[in-house]
């Protein structure tokens, strides 16, 4: 357990329907990672946080994807309208890392598996 | 934009025996990191290069960052059943919070 908790575990859901993943990263780490992985791939970033603002985004990011990090603490990340290419495991990361330094050590959490239908 | 790959994609030894996955960028780096994916898990770190032709050793493994930033490699000598698991290089430009993962190494150790 890296102390990076992702909920829910699993997501089954229906083409179109919209999906919300939540991240809880370590308190006192400051940066936030969201990353996306298909099977036999490396994780794919998707974007990051520093505190509550979203500072990357990644060009290939559809405008169906939104993340938010309100209070510079736990991460939502909101899937609209879903379709199968969607399916993949979501996972976080958290780093502690100071100025514009860049990334320390990512702590991973367990990730959200998507399954679109 | 950024690539970072990865050979070999697998490999099979035996227990025993030494391994090296190579990682390669299509950028001159700022830093690598090196994270490891046991089967079903998620990424855990290893460690992170910084300088131009860097040697950092952990046990059993060592990391090389090369000259030119542009290429890493991480050696495992004499494996072990708990070795087994996808191997990840993670490159980073300088100035960029994007850590672009390569293609991984999937290491299998025959008992």
């Known amino acids: 357990d890296t102390g990076v908790s992702q909920d829910p575990r699993h997501k089954i859901t229906k083409r179109g329907q919209n999906v919300t993943f939540r991240c809880d990263p370590i308190?006192?780490?400051?940066?936030l990672y969201w990353y996306r992985q298909t099977l036999g791939q490396g994780p794919e970033f998707l974007t990051y946080f520093q505190n509550e603002a979203q500072l990357e985004k990644s060009r290939l990011l559809s405008d169906r994807f939104s993340a938010e990090r309100p209070k510079g603490s736990f991460s939502t990340l909101e899937i609209q309208r879903t379709e199968q290419g969607d399916s993949a495991m979501y996972l976080c990361?958290?780093?502690?890392?100071?100025?514009?330094?860049?990334?320390?050590?990512?702590?991973f959490g367990p990730g959200t598996r998507l399954t679109v239908t | 934009g950024q690539q970072v790959m990865q050979i070999p994609q697998y490999q099979h030894v035996q227990e025993g025996e030494d391994f090296t996955t190579y990682c390669n960028s299509s950028?001159?780096?700022?830093?690598i990191q090196w994270y490891k994916q046991r089967p079903g898990g998620h990424p855990v770190f290893l460690i992170q290069?910084?300088?131009?032709?860097e040697v950092k050793k952990q046990k059993r493994l060592t990391f090389q960052f090369g000259e030119a930033k542009k290429n890493s490699s991480l050696h495992i000598t004499a494996t072990q059943t708990t070795d087994v698991g996808t191997y990840f290089c993670a490159g980073i430009l300088r100035g960029y919070q994007k850590v672009t993962f390569g293609t991984g190494t999937k290491l299998q150790v025959i008992p």
């Open positions: 290069l910084v300088k131009s032709g």
């Open positions: 308190s006192e780490h400051n940066r």
């Open positions: 950028t001159t780096l700022s830093n």
């Open positions: 990361a958290s780093s502690l890392a100071r100025g514009g330094r860049a990334p320390g050590e990512q702590y």
